[in-house]
């Protein structure tokens, strides 16, 4: 049973330039979190899926940022016109249904420095 | 709105105690656990819910206090894998899944 994955692991980009993360899940979960973690803070929550449904966005969340979950499997989060404030670690969780709530199991991370 | 956690670090020799702590100003449904070695993921310690159970996993255990909005982690006999920093996320109500995370904190056991 392997765990929740992301590619890529580091990033390094260039203020104005896209960027693209992808997340693979735990195989059938059918709940896809966003998070995203800046040094000495706990994950931020970005947006979230069921399925291939986006039901939930932060407030925080500005329009350069988009999600994709095509198909429920894998995901992708797209930053656009990155600037130095979006350096960070982009977190990817997966879960299941539970009979009252979720775990979350977390993958290692993107890392992304925008210079 | 994220919850608060104490203390922000801790530093412990083998075998001592520690507790943790997680406060909110909104009532909670579950609180979950987890903890982060540098440069890892968060990896999943345990979930409470509302009703005050206590949980354990190993010598790491947590209550639920829902009249305080707050529940405690209990670090007991500590050993060195323990070092990490520990952070809870809130879910305020059932169905809601997000979790909103403290600032964590930060433990080192040293032998």
């Known amino acids: 049973d392997t765990g929740v994955s992301q590619n890529p692991r580091h990033k390094i980009t260039k203020r104005g330039q896209n960027v693209t993360f992808r997340c693979d899940p735990i195989?059938?979960?059918?709940?896809l979190y966003w998070y995203r973690q800046t040094l000495g803070q706990g994950p931020e929550f970005l947006t979230y899926?069921?399925?291939?449904?986006?039901?939930?966005k932060s407030r925080l969340l500005s329009d350069r940022f988009s999600a994709e979950r095509p198909k429920g499997s894998f995901s992708t989060l797209e930053i656009q016109r990155t600037e130095q404030g979006d350096s960070a670690m982009y977190l990817c969780?997966?879960?299941?249904?539970?009979?009252?709530?979720?775990?979350?199991?977390f993958g290692p991370g993107t890392r992304l420095t925008v210079l | 709105q994220q919850p608060v956690q104490s203390p922000q670090a801790v530093i412990l020799r083998e075998g001592e105690d520690a507790v943790i702590n997680c406060s909110s100003s909104?009532?909670?449904?579950?609180v979950h656990w987890y903890r982060q070695k540098h440069g890892e993921a968060p990896v999943f310690l345990m979930i409470?819910?509302?009703?005050?159970e206590q949980k354990g996993h190993e010598k790491i255990s947590a209550s639920f206090n829902e009249k305080k909005q707050q529940s405690s982690l209990y670090l007991t006999a500590s050993q060195l894998s323990y070092s990490g920093t520990y952070f809870c996320?809130?879910?305020?109500?059932?169905?809601?899944?997000?979790?909103?995370f403290g600032a964590g904190t930060t433990v080192t056991v040293r032998a």
């Open positions: 969780a997966s879960s299941s249904d539970g009979v009252s709530t979720d775990t979350q199991y």
């Open positions: 195989s059938e979960h059918n709940r």
């Open positions: 899926f069921q399925n291939e449904a986006q039901l939930e």
């Open positions: 909104k009532a909670l449904y579950s």
């Open positions: 409470l819910l509302k009703g005050g």
């Open positions: 996320g809130t879910e305020i109500s059932s169905g809601d899944y997000k979790l909103s």
